[in-house]
C-alpha cells in the first residue's frame, strides 16, 4: 500500500490545502491524484507529494506518474 500526502500552496497568500492518499494500485492512485488536482481550490499554486515511510520498489512503481519530493 502507497501513502502520500499531497499539498497544494496558495502562491496568492499563506493558505494550503492537503491531503493524504492511500492507494493499493496505481490505475486507483492515479484516479485519486486526480480527484486531489481537481479540488484544489486556489487558482495560482504550486503542488508537492511526499511519501510518508519508505517506499518499495513495487511502491515506486504505483507512483511513477508522479513527482515526489
Do not use: C
Not at 492518499?21 to 480527484?35: C, G, L, P
Request: proline residues 3%; without cysteine; charged residues 30%.
Amino acid at each position: 500500500m502507497v501513502r502520500v500526502n499531497a499539498y497544494a500552496f496558495d502562491k496568492n497568500s499563506s493558505a494550503l490545502y492537503g491531503e493524504q492518499i492511500t492507494a493499493e494500485t496505481k490505475e486507483e492512485f492515479n484516479t485519486k491524484m486526480d480527484e486531489f488536482y481537481n479540488s484544489i481550490p486556489f487558482t495560482k499554486y504550486y503542488t508537492e507529494v511526499e511519501p510518508v515511510g519508505d517506499l518499495s520498489e513495487q511502491d515506486w512503481e504505483i507512483v511513477t506518474d508522479h513527482d515526489l519530493i
